[in-house]
């Protein structure tokens, strides 16, 4: 068997699938079926994948510790989504309609919060440790989903505004799935935490990936439009950098800031920020983040679980969807 | 002292109040305004008010045991009303204009994420039982606001429907109330399903009372206009009585079904509501599961936090706003 980022947890994954499932009965059908909608539209996994990862390179054996854990992070991801559809008006995700858009905004927004509840009520399974730290992560993902909101339209916005807002959007719940991964299987307190830097720095370097692929990504293989970021006013890290370019940054700029963009507007755009090293600098800034999480995991004893995280690391901001 | 229903528990209600500010307080500083604008815009807190009476009527002795969940369940509440402010256009809530209205609609959705996530931490304190209790209770209501959107303008619902809606979206919320404060005095089983369907029956002729305002209410007191179900083609008990009497019936449900409802279309189903008992008949199913309430806390000790649980009954049904 080759070695990849989800082949040491294949069994794994398939419990998490199905534990979503069971979890997402309603007796109102339209909830189990947006739920479903949006758990079972694809996307990789790395949320519950990292929580396995953790747990098993940590010496933890009995799976079912873990997978209700681990499916509770992803539905809260796909309430998340479907909450901010609606708050982007996105229309694509993961090749599909965004939910709001093929159920109707108050549907969609009924069966994000019902996708909460849900989840919750598996932390609740857990102790007050892990709650805890499944709530503050959640806590930071709606600070930083306002922070990023009051950055919309900001050219000014820095580079620390805007790694403070995916820290808090992406990576602190990827980080509080690597540290109860550590948790669950016993692991000391300087353990949790090198994991939970692994699970931030991890993060980190993928929704860097995401922005880049926001930028020069293949719209059939993502399942949605390029240069969302741009057309939503979101200074996304490439943008950032193309707006700091000393040749081309001004014009940018002019069009970042442009109320009513056209496809024309940023067909231009995508054309300038290719003409200027925003996206080699952003993949740079991506590949510290996943030398760290490398390093974070360096004292782990060797296992296929060890192996699987490095490459998971690498995978992430070489990928292409 | 007079006693009121809250007479007894105003120490107690002040601790929910102060948990409360210390709870939303974020980094975020438009999360918590938006939080204690909709915190602070009053409500009568009969959801935390269920909780504490149950747990001091049951011979609960430190408050601190309760004020926490009661809180959650206040902010719980909190968040509904944002989310469904956004879903039904609500202008005004309170007398005040709805958050969604004065933050916008991006910013109170995730304020409303925020405040859900925040009650879910409070709940993490408590063990597996009581998470469960308030998870289930929260599930009901995203189940109910589901099945009440999927009977909007539809003439054809029964009273049991109507019955179905209202126990998951109001009574069921404070049946875990009232559970929860009396598991926390340590209370037994039976005595616990007692205490739980006070709250239930209490939430059913909360929520009834409810409809009758929307229709006999004075605008000014309610801080919100009357008519509202009828514009938003939601069948409430008073407009189910009246699209049912064999004089105006008809008419009424012609209204009913109309797409683009004016004040004067409003003005008139009103007048002819009020040529029907619907009114009355409503306020006779609402005195029965006041009575019912009041036989279900028949075998607790007499004092006066039992007496203030009666009286919140009565006050239920008996009030203006």
Request: aromatic share 8%; glycine share 8%.
């Given at each position: 068997m080759?070695?990849?980022?989800?082949?040491?947890?294949?069994?794994?994954l398939?419990?998490?699938?199905?534990?979503?499932?069971?979890?997402?009965?309603?007796?109102?059908s339209?909830?189990?079926?947006?739920?479903?909608?949006?758990i079972?539209?694809?996307?990789?996994?790395i949320r519950?994948?990292?929580?396995?990862?953790?747990?098993?390179?940590?010496?933890?054996?009995d799976?079912n510790?873990?997978?209700?854990?681990?499916?509770?992070f992803?539905?809260?991801?796909a309430?998340?989504?479907?909450?901010?559809?609606?708050?982007?008006?996105?229309?694509?995700?993961?090749?599909r309609?965004?939910?709001?858009?093929?159920?109707?905004t108050?549907?969609?927004?009924?069966?994000?919060?019902?996708?909460?509840?849900?989840?919750?009520?598996?932390?609740?399974?857990f102790?007050?440790?892990?709650?805890?730290?499944?709530?503050?992560?959640?806590?930071?993902?709606?600070?930083?989903?306002?922070?990023?909101?009051?950055?919309e339209?900001?050219?000014?916005?820095?580079?620390?505004?805007y790694?403070?807002?995916?820290?808090?959007?992406?990576?602190?719940?990827?980080?509080?799935?690597?540290?109860?991964?550590?948790?669950?299987?016993?692991?000391?307190a300087k353990?949790?935490?090198e994991?939970g830097?692994y699970?931030?720095?991890?993060?980190?370097?993928?929704?860097?990936?995401?922005?880049?692929?926001?930028i020069?990504?293949?719209q059939?293989?993502?399942?949605?439009p390029?240069?969302?970021?741009?057309?939503?006013?979101k200074?996304?890290?490439?943008?950032?950098y193309?707006?700091a370019d000393e040749?081309?940054?001004?014009?940018i700029?002019?069009?970042?800031l442009?109320k009513?963009?056209?496809?024309e507007?940023?067909?231009t755009v995508?054309?300038?920020?290719?003409?200027?090293?925003?996206?080699?600098?952003?993949?740079?800034?991506a590949r510290?983040?996943?030398?760290?999480a490398?390093?974070?995991?360096?004292?782990?004893?060797?296992?296929d679980?060890?192996?699987s995280?490095?490459?998971?690391?690498?995978?992430?901001?070489?990928?292409?969807?």
């Amino acid at each position: 068997m080759v070695l990849t980022w989800d082949s040491t947890i294949r069994n794994e994954l398939e419990m998490v699938e199905q534990e979503m499932r069971d979890r997402v009965f309603s007796e109102q059908s339209i909830l189990t079926e947006i739920s479903l909608y949006v758990i079972g539209s694809g996307g990789k996994r790395i949320r519950p994948a990292i929580a396995l990862l953790s747990f098993r390179s940590n010496g933890g054996e009995d799976p079912n510790k873990v997978i209700k854990i681990a499916s509770a992070f992803e539905m809260i991801h796909a309430a998340t989504l479907i909450h901010d559809d609606i708050n982007d008006n996105g229309e694509f995700r993961r090749g599909r309609e965004a939910a709001y858009k093929h159920y109707g905004t108050q549907r969609a927004l009924i069966a994000g919060d019902f996708l909460f509840v849900k989840s919750f009520k598996l932390g609740g399974i857990f102790n007050e440790v892990i709650v805890d730290m499944i709530a503050d992560a959640c806590t930071s993902i709606a600070e930083s989903e306002m922070l990023q909101i009051l950055h919309e339209m900001e050219t000014d916005t820095t580079i620390s505004d805007y790694i403070k807002i995916i820290e808090g959007k992406t990576a602190k719940f990827m980080e509080a799935g690597a540290k109860i991964g550590a948790y669950l299987a016993g692991s000391d307190a300087k353990r949790i935490e090198e994991m939970g830097a692994y699970g931030l720095n991890i993060g980190m370097a993928f929704q860097i990936m995401d922005d880049i692929l926001d930028i020069v990504g293949n719209q059939a293989s993502l399942g949605k439009p390029r240069g969302v970021d741009y057309m939503d006013g979101k200074p996304n890290l490439v943008l950032l950098y193309a707006m700091a370019d000393e040749t081309y940054g001004k014009e940018i700029s002019r069009s970042f800031l442009k109320k009513d963009k056209t496809q024309e507007d940023l067909g231009t755009v995508l054309a300038l920020v290719a003409k200027t090293d925003a996206v080699e600098k952003a993949k740079a800034l991506a590949r510290t983040y996943t030398a760290d999480a490398k390093e974070n995991i360096a004292s782990l004893n060797d296992s296929d679980y060890k192996a699987s995280m490095a490459i998971l690391a690498d995978t992430l901001v070489d990928r292409s969807t």
